[in-house]
């Protein structure tokens, strides 16, 4: 509770920035206040950030459709496999790659990838084409997607693990009696297992669907330029951190929060009309 108060509920007080003409070097709420000024940029459809959220809610279109049911598809591959030794070994494997840093997961990608990367050096000493991946803004979109799939996929299945190890196998023998086939099995028996955790989870990736990952782009933005890889949290740090505009800053991620909020509130909703729990109930 203390960490929590601490790192989450008393920064909250840092949103008045956004209704001031915020100068770091004043004492705390003694800035010059103008108001709805800031939210300027929003209302008036500033070029910049009009860009920064398209491409955010591009990512997060893409991310929800491709990398949300990734786990699952790969926790229920994981599920059939009989033997736990190999189960075990596969799982080690896949859980590797959460561990590291964006810094060495952008760095194996480049080094994989990029130019003078491993996959175009084979081409070359081949005679082959090359192709561009790296650096190429059209394929962005795709590059980002690719690693936060390669990167957390594996550790996303330990929740959905779980969920499976808590059916109980007597449902499975029952419909295995009645002729229900493997793919039966797992319609009518392991989806609605584990679609409480399911419900749960994309409720609360909808509620931060708007961070679709700080450092993982700020670290491959300069390859690609701003019009490809600016979304909301980089325009904040932009135009607040090195351009110095703390107020417009503060107004954009405060209205990103205020909208992550109705996202959760909205599915919970939903959740509880379709008979789930979601994340708390009403």
Known sequence: MALLLLFQYLPLLGNVIAFQAYVPFLPFGQSPWV???????????????????RNTLVLTLVQVILVFPAPIALALLLNS???????RAVQSV?????FLSWVIVVAVFQQVLGGSGMINNFLRTHGADTFSIIGNSDLFVGLLTSQVMWKDTGWATILFLAALSQIDASLYEAASMDGASRWRQMWHVTLPGIRGIIVLLLILRLGDSLTVGFEQIILQQGGVGLAASEVLDTYVYNNGIVGGQWGVAAAVGLVKGAVGVLLVLGANKIAHLLGENGVYKS
């Not at 300027?40 to 959220?53: C, K, M, S, T, Y």
């Not at 496999?81 to 189960?87: F, H």
């Open 81 to 87: 496999l009989l033997s736990e030794r190999i189960k």
């Open 94 to 98: 896949l859980y590797l790659p959460h």
């Open 35 to 53: 108001g709805l000024d800031n939210f300027a940029v929003i209302f008036n459809g500033d070029p910049a950030f009009v860009n920064a959220l």
